[in-house]
């Protein structure tokens, strides 16, 4: 496994060069560039201006783990679908630009006037389309764990077997609805765990979370890829990072 962090909220305010120095500093492997963060890593960015992007990273130890998206597909409108659907295709040209292997997107909500499963089906449907797309591209399309109803892990589920695409995945988010009435995470994380694709992490000191469980879980199916942390500002950024690599590399040990 690969420790990285989110830019969301830790890094909000480091432009490239930050990211880059920070991370290479304190042991961290990679970014999920989260949009309208300090970065500026855009769907405005021109042809050069991406390929400047692309070339920053290739030139250092950190990788872009991802690009973090904001789309999202319940609307009852489908024009509002449609357009959060082709903004998703443009949001994976940009990722294969500069050189991200995936995008995240979410699901945020369920409309009280339509019936869950339509809407979970609806998702999935427009899902399919942005999965076809980015593997076009060579971009994997990473599902956030995220949302009003929609993040429970049996919501996700059904989204992604609607879906029913080899290039869609799950992000791990690590929230509280992980968990079953036992306090563990076994019966949601069995759910998914052959399509994760992503982690975020938060708050790895939190005795909440069932964070060992998690860890082993992760082992069991061979995960390797990124851990991301997903946690807020720090007035001591480098000390935090190293804390926290500290504790990641303690979990991953068996």
Same mark, same amino acid.
Request: one cysteine or more.
């Given at each position: 496994?690969?420790?990285?962090?989110?830019?969301?909220?830790?890094?909000?305010?480091?432009?490239?060069?930050?990211?880059?120095?920070?991370?290479?500093?304190?042991?961290?492997?990679?970014?999920?560039?989260? %949009?309208?963060?300090?970065?500026?890593? /855009?769907? %405005?960015?021109?042809?050069?201006?991406?390929?400047?992007?692309?070339?920053?990273?290739?030139?250092?130890?950190?990788?872009?783990?991802?690009?973090?998206?904001?789309? /999202?597909?319940?609307?009852?409108?489908?024009?509002?679908?449609?357009?959060?659907?082709?903004?998703?295709? /443009?949001?994976?040209?940009?990722?294969?630009?500069?050189?991200?292997?995936?995008?995240?997107?979410?699901?945020?909500?369920?409309?009280?006037?339509?019936?869950?499963?339509?809407?979970?089906?609806?998702?999935?449907?427009?899902?399919?389309?942005?999965?076809?797309?980015?593997?076009?591209?060579?971009?994997?399309?990473?599902?956030?764990?995220?949302?009003?109803?929609?993040?429970?892990?049996?919501?996700?589920?059904?989204?992604?077997?609607?879906?029913?695409?080899?290039?869609?995945?799950?992000?791990?988010?690590?929230?509280?609805?992980?968990?079953?009435? *036992?306090?563990? !995470?076994?019966?949601?994380?069995?759910?998914?765990?052959?399509? !994760?694709?992503?982690?975020?992490?938060? *708050?790895?000191?939190?005795?909440?979370?069932?964070?060992?469980?998690?860890?082993?879980?992760?082992?069991?199916?061979?995960?390797?890829?990124?851990?991301?942390?997903?946690?807020? /500002?720090?007035?001591?950024?480098?000390?935090?990072?190293?804390?926290?690599?500290?504790?990641?590399?303690?979990?991953?040990?068996?």
């Amino acid at each position: 496994m690969k420790i990285g962090t989110v830019t969301y909220n830790l890094a909000r305010s480091w432009d490239i060069p930050t990211i880059i120095k920070n991370c290479s500093e304190t042991g961290f492997e990679g970014v999920e560039l989260r %949009t309208t963060h300090a970065h500026g890593v /855009e769907l %405005t960015l021109s042809k050069g201006e991406r390929e400047t992007v692309r070339k920053q990273f290739a030139d250092s130890p950190v990788s872009i783990a991802g690009l973090g998206s904001v789309y /999202e597909y319940h609307s009852t409108d489908p024009e509002e679908v449609r357009r959060n659907v082709e903004g998703s295709k /443009e949001y994976i040209k940009l990722a294969a630009d500069v050189g991200s292997p995936g995008i995240k997107v979410r699901p945020n909500n369920a409309p009280d006037e339509v019936p869950l499963a339509a809407t979970l089906e609806q998702i999935g449907r427009a899902l399919r389309e942005v999965a076809q797309f980015g593997s076009d591209y060579g971009v994997e399309v990473r599902l956030e764990v995220h949302g009003r109803i929609t993040c429970n892990p049996p919501n996700i589920r059904a989204i992604l077997d609607h879906a029913d695409h080899r290039n869609l995945k799950a992000c791990w988010n690590s929230n509280d609805s992980d968990m079953g009435p *036992d306090g563990t !995470i076994r019966q949601n994380f069995n759910l998914l765990k052959h399509d !994760i694709g992503l982690v975020h992490m938060t *708050d790895l000191a939190n005795p909440g979370y069932p964070w060992r469980e998690l860890f082993s879980g992760l082992r069991s199916i061979g995960y390797k890829g990124f851990c991301l942390a997903e946690v807020p /500002e720090s007035a001591e950024p480098l000390r935090f990072m190293r804390y926290y690599r500290a504790l990641w590399m303690e979990l991953c040990n068996p």
